[in-house]
């Protein structure tokens, strides 16, 4: 039977301990009065609504998926989705970290990041409801009009109305500056939208009582490419006078994906013909107002992987202290049974320890990253603004990819734990190797994600965003470099940093002469810039669980083990891709098309 605990104790280690989120909060005017034992609460409460309410729906809704009827074009969600859905809204938890000006509660996004890790975990199909109407609301907040703000964000901040992102179309996936749905002016202010979308997350659905759709469309005087591309808020139902969802608008569903996972979020094929839309921000900017959306989305891919590997790992150690499978090699272990729990083999150890260390990691960096948005957004001091808005933006891909990317390693990893019963449906282990596939696909593929890094994010700038986080690893290393029980983590750390910052530079000079050397090495390029990330974040923890191991909370031992093997085991990896990236394009370019 599958399970899912909240892991309360290490969310208050990274939170508390580590990154001290109290003290940095209350630099923040907004949070001065905030406390850890609030921030406990907070996320104590939501573990239990996740375990209680959202994972015992987990399976079920995995079996039944969505329902689609062709003759009202209508989508009914997985039983017992919508209930959740009003018990999630009824206890506040859209609202969250919203702007208390719209009727948000104002908390930190440290705790909305941590809030979607275990929601995750949860219910990764039902999350991503909520979780669109949060880029939403995000969207509308950095372009949307005055009216527009005042009338449609108090009513996705109390879930009422959700929201999507519709982008892709049949003919064009991340290469947007190809879609073709046109937006007609009309005399009263409003657009004309027509076209057709694919993939569009909870395009419909019977949760909520509208939907606005966020939607991509050229104008009539629109110049080719991504330069043409406005942006326009589309609800499924056209408010009233009072406000209230009046007449059906012109965006339907016209069928909803047979899927690989995710089977109970409707991803639908949506069809606007003449929709009724209002345009978002200016004419010809939509991409770079549909860029906060994207964003948000790209670190909710990353948490929607981190939650998974938690929830696998956990399914997969409990399993593995019971499943009894011959004796260690070393001698029995447990005598009285016929067998040894399968526990005690090394290599069953090694597949638990890459998804803990994968979901250790992660846990830290997300909660790090997330805590730069609440300096970006809300720090006094300008420079501080700058500095988390540049490391923001550095490691937004690496979160994407680097955690969708490690999900699906672990949580292949956990099911391979339960051996031939890991494939059987009723434990629930392949259904989080089917969901965790499609986030290293959607919100950008890994791939661009790793072009974005490296072309855009570092060697645009010439490596300014870049140098900032290694300042952080460098001060970390100088603090540490005389003490003797740190030299395992600090000597590896240093040295990846140093080559990094090598292969950084040959592949400056090597992308200037011929781009496609940049394309070539950025997929291997993300993974080495994330391990130095997970090491960087590794070594603090490890730092931690030094000093704390003598007051035999069995919490720290558990911790630096973890951070011994991610160093041992995980971490060796950066010395393939650093190959990988520095073996150049000519062995990927030069076999003609016609030869594969």
Same mark, same amino acid.
């Given at each position: 039977?599958?399970?899912y605990?909240?892991p309360l104790?290490?969310?208050q280690?990274v939170m508390?301990?580590?990154?001290?989120?109290e003290a940095?909060l209350?630099?923040?005017?907004?949070?001065?009065?905030?406390?850890?034992e609030?921030?406990d609460?907070?996320?104590?409460?939501m573990?239990k609504?996740?375990?209680?309410v959202?994972?015992p729906?987990n399976?079920s809704?995995d079996?039944?998926g969505?329902?689609?009827?062709?003759?009202?074009?209508?989508?009914?969600?997985?039983?017992?989705y919508?209930?959740?859905?009003?018990?999630?809204?009824?206890a506040?938890?859209p609202?969250?970290?919203?702007?208390?000006e719209?009727?948000?509660?104002?908390?930190?996004?440290?705790?909305s990041?941590?809030?979607?890790?275990?929601?995750?975990?949860?219910?990764?199909?039902?999350t991503?409801?909520?979780?669109?109407?949060?880029?939403a609301?995000?969207?509308?907040?950095?372009h949307?009009t005055?009216?527009?703000k005042?009338?449609y964000?108090?009513?996705?901040i109390a879930?009422?109305?959700?929201?999507?992102?519709c982008?892709?179309?049949?003919?064009c996936?991340?290469?947007?500056g190809?879609?073709?749905?046109?937006a007609?002016p009309?005399a009263?202010?409003?657009y004309r939208i027509?076209g057709a979308?694919?993939?569009?997350?909870?395009?419909e659905h019977?949760m909520?009582?509208?939907?606005?759709?966020?939607?991509?469309?050229?104008?009539p005087?629109?110049?080719?490419?991504?330069?043409?591309?406005?942006?326009?808020l589309?609800?499924?139902?056209l408010?009233d006078a009072n406000g209230?969802p009046g007449a059906?608008?012109?965006?339907?569903c016209?069928?909803i994906e047979?899927?690989?996972?995710?089977?109970g979020n409707?991803?639908?094929?949506?069809?606007?013909?003449?929709?009724?839309?209002?345009i978002?921000?200016?004419?010809?900017?939509?991409?770079?107002?549909?860029f906060v959306?994207?964003?948000?989305?790209r670190?909710?891919v990353?948490?929607?992987?981190?939650?998974l590997t938690?929830?696998?790992?956990?399914n997969?150690?409990?399993y593995?202290?019971?499943?009894i499978?011959m004796r260690?090699l070393?001698?029995a272990?447990?005598?009285e049974?016929?067998?040894?729990?399968?526990?005690?083999h090394p290599?069953?150890?090694r597949m638990?320890?890459?998804?803990?260390?994968?979901a250790?990691?992660g846990?830290?960096?997300?909660?790090?990253?997330?805590l730069?948005?609440?300096?970006?957004?809300?720090?006094?001091d300008?420079a501080?603004?700058?500095e988390?808005?540049d490391?923001?933006?550095?490691?937004t891909p690496i979160v994407?990819a680097? @955690? *969708?990317?490690?999900?699906w390693?672990?949580?292949?990893? +956990?099911? #391979?734990?339960?051996?031939?019963? $890991?494939y059987? %449906?009723?434990?629930?282990?392949?259904q989080?190797?089917?969901?965790?596939?499609?986030?290293m696909?959607?919100?950008g593929?890994n791939t661009?994600?790793?072009?974005?890094?490296?072309?855009?994010?570092?060697l645009?700038?010439?490596?300014?965003?870049?140098?900032?986080?290694?300042?952080?690893v460098?001060?970390?290393?100088?603090?540490?470099?005389g003490?003797?029980?740190?030299k395992?983590?600090?000597e590896p750390?240093?040295?990846l940093g140093?080559? @990094? *910052?090598k292969?950084?530079?040959?592949?400056?000079?090597? +992308?200037m #002469?011929?781009?496609?050397?940049? $394309?070539a090495a %950025?997929?291997?390029?993300l993974?080495?810039?994330?391990?130095?990330v997970y090491?960087w974040?590794?070594a603090?923890m490890?730092?931690?669980?030094?000093e704390k191991?003598?007051?035999?909370?069995?919490?720290?031992?558990?911790?630096?083990a973890t951070?011994?093997?991610?160093?041992?085991?995980?971490?060796?990896?950066?010395a393939?891709?650093i190959?990988q990236?520095r073996?150049?394009?000519?062995?990927?370019i030069d076999?003609?098309?016609?030869?594969?």
């Open positions: 039977m599958a399970q605990t909240p104790r290490d969310l280690f508390h301990e580590l990154l001290n989120v940095e209350r630099k923040l005017p907004p949070h001065a009065d905030i406390d850890a609030t921030i609460q907070v996320v104590e409460e573990g609504f996740c375990s209680r959202l994972f729906l399976h809704g079996r039944e969505c329902h689609y009827d062709p003759a009202t074009q209508a989508v009914t969600t997985p039983k017992g919508k209930e959740a859905y009003q018990q999630y809204i009824e506040g938890w609202s969250l970290a919203c702007d208390p719209f009727g948000g509660q104002g908390l930190p996004h440290v705790m990041s941590v809030m979607l890790e275990m929601l995750n975990s949860a219910n990764q199909a039902w991503m409801y909520p979780g669109l109407s949060h880029g609301y995000a969207c509308l907040r950095a949307g005055p009216e527009q005042a009338f964000l108090p009513r996705l879930g009422e109305w959700m929201g999507t992102m982008l892709t179309e049949p003919h996936g991340t290469d947007l190809l879609l073709r749905s046109k007609e009309q009263d202010g409003s027509s979308k694919i993939f569009i997350s909870a395009g019977d909520a009582a509208n939907i606005v759709h966020l939607v991509l469309a050229r104008l005087d629109a110049p080719a490419g991504t330069r043409g591309i406005s942006l326009f589309v609800p499924k139902f408010p209230n059906r608008n012109a965006i339907s016209g069928a047979e899927k690989m996972g995710i089977h409707a991803t639908c094929q949506m069809n606007l013909d003449g929709a009724t839309g209002w978002i921000g200016e004419p010809h900017k939509g991409l770079n107002a549909m959306m994207m964003n948000e989305a670190l909710g990353g948490l929607q992987s981190l939650g938690e929830v696998a790992y956990q997969a150690v409990a593995a202290r019971e499943r499978q260690s070393s001698g272990k447990a005598p049974q016929a067998a040894d729990p399968i526990i005690v290599d069953v150890r638990l320890l890459t998804a803990r260390a994968y250790e990691g846990r830290a960096f997300t909660t790090f990253v997330s730069q948005a609440d300096l970006e957004t809300k720090h006094p300008a501080v603004r700058e988390a808005a490391l923001l933006a550095l490691l994407k680097f @955690l *969708t990317d490690n999900g390693v672990a949580t292949s990893e +956990a099911l #391979q734990v339960f051996g031939g019963h $890991g059987i %449906a009723e434990n629930g282990m392949e989080y190797v089917r969901d965790a596939r499609i986030n696909i959607y919100e593929t661009i994600q790793s072009l974005d890094l490296l072309a855009r994010k570092i645009m700038d010439g490596g300014a965003k870049l140098q900032k986080f290694g300042a952080r460098q001060a970390f290393i100088a603090e540490n470099a003490d003797e029980s740190m395992e983590f600090i750390l240093a040295e140093d080559k @990094l *910052t292969l950084t530079m040959e592949l400056g000079m090597k +992308a #002469q011929n781009p496609d050397e940049a $394309g %950025a997929v291997p390029y993974r080495v810039a994330g391990h130095l090491a974040l590794f603090r490890a730092k931690i669980a030094l191991q003598g007051s035999g909370d069995a919490f720290y031992k558990a911790k630096l951070a011994r093997f991610y160093y041992a085991r995980l971490l060796p990896e950066t393939m891709l190959r990236a073996s150049g394009a000519a062995c990927l076999l003609e098309a016609e030869l594969f």
